[in-house]
């Protein structure tokens, strides 16, 4: 953008986007979700039901908690066998005898 009549246009474009209260945002993702994203943020920036359907979905993903690592006993209690009345019992084989 070496064309000084580009950087102006620029420069008006974002300040008549400022002035319709958008903003632009850099966003680290992968490559494969680079449409998503840009389809996403298109329709975020509409008026209507669509965009604040749209935006309460994401509010609704992003607000859930993360999982916290380390907790194994709550894993196994939101597993599906959970009172599948799944016998875990087995039989104490003693094995065979090995000659070392």
């Known amino acids: 953008m070496s064309n000084a009549a580009q950087k102006r246009a620029i420069k008006n474009y ?8 958008f903003k632009r945002f850099e966003v680290m993702a992968l490559e494969t979700d680079r449409e998503l994203i840009r389809s996403l943020a298109r329709r975020l920036a509409e008026e209507g039901p669509e965009a604040e ?3 309460a979905a ?7 908690e993360p999982p916290k690592s380390g907790s194994i006993l709550t894993a196994l209690r939101r597993s599906p066998l959970v009172g ?10 003693e094995g065979r005898r090995v000659d070392l």
């Open 14 to 21: 974002r300040a008549r986007l400022t002035q319709r209260g």
């Open 53 to 55: 359907e749209a935006r």
């Open 84 to 93: 599948a009345e799944v016998e875990l019992s087995r039989s104490r084989d």
């Open 58 to 64: 994401v509010k609704a993903v992003v607000a859930e």
